[in-house]
Structure formats: structure tokens, C-alpha cells
């Protein structure tokens, strides 16, 4: 599996969103997009499903049978008629096809991805009827029961309470462990620096990209954030609603 | 309670509603879930110039074929002007039904049994459904039954995340598309017997009802389908008996569909306990 974009811009219908993306992404390492609303961190994770368009630049891009894809769990509508088990199985609709019936293997996958989530006990219940947190746990089940190679989550850690937040950490770090290559979005600067190996500062166009140390520093963060970064007397950062 | 189905129309009728009912209560839960209850107005109304069309050309026989063309062309335009970007789904589905019914009533007008065949179009005739109009309805019952077999699993993905499908690699301007033709099979298959108004309560009702007693997909289906046979059942012989007994005129389509609202207010109490 290898990611790399090389001087990429990105858009839609034809207008550019964001600029200068330059990323290489290797099998078990984990990527953070970090910037503000809007700075185009959305996009990026979209251009790796095809659903936004690559304008300029040279993506090479691990072909889709083989990308994971976790949702906002807020986007989805609460009241549908659908068990956390019914969830994660469509995860395995893409290799089920049109015809082939459910089997035991795909029964035992779906109970085995939501034990890695740690939520086995809510496989009969409806879906909506699960904390914010729990949602998002069920999505990542969803997206690991496929058994990607490359894993994109966008904001996978919005309204999450801290159990879920650690259960997701957690499963994270397994699967990269496994080998699977993560590219998240996140405001939350202090889950990228303890989760991801690299983290990439968007605004518009790409800012910086490198290990959280070289990254994650007020000189580095000023820029993207612009007006919404304050200085302290004492050299630290503040950053007013990232 | 058996005795009128013995008679030849009656029983024709009430082979025509189960028919119905096998077809739209799993139909009607997609119509649910992915909240096209405007859709499928709109989708019975565009298919009434086609009926009017068909009837003129070659008589009830002709309305067959006039609502099916009328109904596929109108899912598939349906389907690109909701993608587009210019107009709202709401905005163009309302111009598309409000365009298409029209049409319908200019054409409709222009013939000398206006008021009579316009009632048959609107509201059906239930009880005049001919032997070849039930065999019409039982081959579009089986292609609606098989499509919704071989493509259950990617709509339901759809309906319940189109970016996490899409994501998955399915097609989901494809499955609109396919929905919408499936919807437009059912009103094909119900406006003769129901009428294009009145078709579109088989389409919404059914698994809205459902939806009070069961959250999962499949209780669902069969929940609204058995809710279309008995609203079926009791609608015409309510019909059936209040003509022979009482000689009020009771409309038959219309006492099927107020017997399913019926049932649906009944069932309402049972979703705010469920809550």
C-alpha cells in the first residue's frame, strides 16, 4: 500500500480548494490533517475516494476495494430503522456482491469488529439509539470489517465522549499496527500529536508536513490559523475555536 | 365474509389488492427510509398524461402501456433534475408533477366523457379489473420482487449513508435512478385499480404504519403488506355491503385507502409508548 501525492491540487468542478498537497503515506504509518473549518481537509480525504477532483499534480492512490472510509456518525439520520449489526454488515456488502447470501465468515467478521470496538453487548439495538460515541465506534467497525489496507476517518473524534474516544484510539493503534495506513482530519491538536506519526497543517494549501514535533509548534501553527491563533506573553499559542 | 369473493369481480379485485400489497409494503420502507414520500406524489402524477394517452389510443387496455412509458420516463427524469444542481429536489420534483398532471387534465379535457373518465383515472376501478390486468400486475409484481432481491443490500446502504456508500464503491446516482423506476413500476401497477391519486397511499402508508410497531426493515415490510391485503379485504366488502344493503355508493379504491389511513391512526398510539 502507498499513498503519495506530489505537488496535488485539489477541487471542485474545477475550482481549486487546496493547493501544494505533498504526502507519502507507507503501510501502518498514521496521517493527521490539521487546519481550520474549511482549510480543505475534507477535500483531501474525498480525493482519495474519487469524489473530489485532482486538478493538477500526480496522486498515486491504492485502488478503492481496499480504502476504508469512516463518516461523521452526526451526519447520519438517528431515527433510521437499522441494528448496530445491520451497520456493520455493510461493511461487507462490497464483497458480498448483488447475489451471494450472509454467510457464517461475514456473521463472524461483523461479531468480531464490533468486539474490537468493544460494543458487542449493543449488536441488537438500533442504531440511533446509541450515544454519539458509540455511533462512531459502530461506523469504524463498519469501515474495519472490510479489512482495509488504507483507513480514512473524517472528525472521528467530534462529540465523542472520552470512553469512546479511548476505545477508538485504542483500535487505531491496533490496526496500525496490523499494517493498515490511517489518514484522519481533526481539530483536536492534542489527539493528533499523540496518535499520528505524521501530521499534515492545512489552510487552502499545505502549510507543513512532518513528525508531530516539527509540526505542532506555534511558529508552524501561527500561519494556518491566522487570526484565529493568539499570542501569549510567554511565547505559547492559543487557538480560539480551531 | 368469504361468500362476496366468490363473485367473479370481487374476487378479481381482492387477488389484485394482495397482489398490491406484496409488492408495496416492502417497497413502501424504502419510499420511508429514504423519506421520498413527495417523489412518489410526484411519480403518480406524472404517470397520469401517460394513462390518458393510453386510454385514448387503444382503450383501458392501452393504459397499461401509457403509465409504464409515462412512468419510466418521468423516474428517469426525475433522477437528473434532483441531481442537478440548479434547483432543489423539492423545487423540481413539484415542476416536474405540477407540468406532467397538467398535461395530463389539457389531454383528459378534450374528450367528450371528460368527468367520467377523468373520476376512473384519478380514483381507479377496482372492480372492473379484467383477468389480462391481473396477469399485467402479477409480471410486474415478480420484476419489482426480484429487483428489490438483487439490490436490497446497496439501497439500504444508500438510504442509510449515500457518502459512505459512494465511499464503498456503489453508484448511488444509479440507485436513485433504480428506485425511482421500481416506484414508478408500483404506481403502473396500482393506478388502474386505485387510480394515480390514490396509488401513492399504497406507496407511503404502508410502512409509515409499520414503522409504529416494529424498527426493523424486514417486520416492516410484511407489517405493510399485510395492513394493504386487510384494508383490501374489509375496504371492498365495506363497499360490497353498503351497496347491496344499504344502496349507498361506496367507492371502492377510496374505502380500501381510507381503511389503511385507518389502520395507521390505530397504530399510532403504539409508536408513543414504543418512544
Known sequence: ?242 | MIEPFSVPFMGRALAEIALLAVICGPVSVFVFVRRLSFVSDALTHTVFPGVVIGFAAAGVEGVFAGALVAGVVTAVVLTLLTRGARLTDDAATAVLLTAMFSIGVVLVSRRSSYTSDLTSFLFGRLLTVTSRQLAETAVLAVVILVALAVSHRALLFRAFDPEGAAAAGFRVGRLDLWLNVLLALVVVAGVRAVGTILVVALLIVPAAAARMVSDRLAVMAAVGATLVFLSGYCGLLLSWTASLRYEIALTSASAVVLLLVIFYVILMPFRRVAA
Open chain 1, 1 to 242: 500500500m502507498e499513498l503519495r501525492y506530489t505537488g496535488v491540487s485539489l477541487g471542485y468542478q474545477g475550482k481549486k480548494a487546496l493547493i501544494d498537497v505533498e504526502i507519502r503515506l507507507k503501510a501502518g504509518q498514521r496521517l493527521a490533517l490539521v487546519g481550520p473549518n474549511g482549510a480543505g481537509k475534507s477535500t483531501l480525504i474525498k480525493s482519495m475516494l474519487g469524489q473530489s477532483e485532482i486538478l493538477g499534480g500526480t496522486a498515486i492512490i491504492p485502488p478503492r476495494d481496499v480504502i476504508g472510509y469512516v463518516p461523521q456518525s452526526g451526519d447520519l439520520d438517528p431515527d433510521f430503522p437499522v441494528s448496530v449489526q445491520q451497520v456493520v454488515m455493510m461493511g461487507r456488502y462490497r464483497s458480498l456482491g448483488w447475489w451471494r447470501p450472509v454467510r457464517k465468515a461475514d456473521r463472524q467478521a461483523v461479531a468480531e469488529a464490533l468486539d474490537q470496538v468493544g460494543l458487542t453487548d449493543k449488536a441488537r439495538n438500533r442504531f440511533g439509539t446509541l450515544s454519539g460515541g458509540q455511533r462512531q465506534r459502530v461506523l469504524l467497525a463498519r469501515a474495519i470489517v472490510a479489512q482495509p489496507q488504507l483507513l480514512l476517518l473524517d472528525e472521528p473524534f467530534n462529540g465523542v465522549d472520552a470512553v469512546s474516544q479511548d476505545a477508538i484510539v485504542t483500535v487505531l493503534r491496533d490496526l496500525s499496527a496490523a499494517g493498515t495506513a490511517l489518514v484522519l482530519s481533526t481539530h483536536d491538536l492534542a489527539v493528533a500529536r499523540d496518535l499520528a506519526d505524521l501530521i499534515c497543517l492545512l489552510n487552502g494549501r499545505q502549510f507543513a508536513v512532518g513528525t508531530p514535533g516539527e509540526t505542532l509548534t506555534a511558529s508552524s501553527l501561527r500561519p494556518v490559523y491566522a487570526h484565529r491563533a493568539l499570542d501569549l506573553a510567554d511565547g505559547r499559542l492559543v487557538l480560539v475555536d480551531p
